[in-house]
T-cell receptor
Framework: KQEVTQIPAALSVPEGENLVLNCSFT??????LQWFRQDPGKGLTSLLL?????REQTSGRLNASLDKSSGRSTLYIAASQPGDSATYLC?????????????FGEGTQLTVNP | KAGVTQTPRYLIKTRGQQVTLSCSPI?????VSWYQQTPGQGLQFLFE???????NKGNFPGRFSGRQFSNSRSEMNVSTLELGDSALYLC????????????FGPGTRLTVL
């Protein structure tokens, strides 16, 4: 059974810092891994999707890497801003399941202080 | 393109009642998935529909059911509501393939009293 873990559970940093969020998964047989952002009480916003054949994806100040063999992914946020404050979730789509089912981690709650 | 829409946004029900939630996917998307989010359990997969057929189902009791219409809109129904069903219910859509990005709606906040 696929399990996804995110470390740390919470993170508080001053504005301008570069930071790394970690995600690990137990079964390396995945199709892809997706990073999401969730603001309080809101839905999920897709940030980056990494296919199993890819090593990394970049979007603006965000860079996500994937090491499928070791079951790890990192989300790097450069020059953090208060507007980056949110919960960040990673989710994997396992090969063992058909369809679009995602398995989520518990999330990292990020606070960027002005 | 308009995003994924969910109605209603908020619901308050009492134990024993039933509820129906609606999800309209992004135009052209044929896959719709439903998730339950609670503080204690996080995000858990309920089921997925593709071309009006249930393609995948999570580990939830039979009180939770769903369906998809020919226009890809989906509904989920929860019968005999329990206090523990209070949650944010999220719907996600994707085009077709397993490698596609999934896009989430704003969710329906269900409170069971």
């Amino acid at each position: 059974k696929q399990e996804v873990t995110q470390i740390p559970a919470a993170l508080s940093v001053p504005e301008g810092e570069n930071l790394v969020l970690n995600c690990s998964f137990t079964d390396s047989a995945i199709y892809n891994l997706q990073w999401f952002r969730q603001d309080p009480g809101k839905g999920l916003t897709s940030l980056l999707l990494i296919q199993s054949s890819q090593r990394e994806q970049t979007s603006g100040r965000l860079n996500a890497s994937l090491d499928k063999s070791s079951g790890r992914s990192t989300l790097y946020i450069a020059a953090s801003q208060p507007g980056d404050s949110a919960t960040y979730l990673c989710a994997v789509r396992a090969e063992e399941t058909s369809g679009s089912r995602l398995t989520f981690g518990e999330g990292t709650q990020l606070t960027v202080n002005p | 393109k308009a995003g994924v829409t969910q109605t209603p946004r908020y619901l308050i029900k009492t134990r024993g009642q039933q509820v129906t939630l609606s999800c309209s996917p992004i135009s052209g998307h044929r896959s719709v998935s439903w998730y339950q989010q609670t503080p204690g359990q996080g995000l858990q997969f309920l089921f997925e529909y593709f071309s009006e057929t249930q393609r995948n189902k999570g580990n939830f009791p039979g009180r939770f059911s769903g369906r998809q219409f020919s226009n890809s809109r989906s509904e989920m129904n929860v019968s005999t509501l329990e206090l523990g069903d209070s949650a944010l219910y999220l719907c996600a859509s994707s085009p077709t393939h397993s490698t596609d990005t999934q896009y989430f709606g704003p969710g329906t906040r269900l409170t069971v009293l």
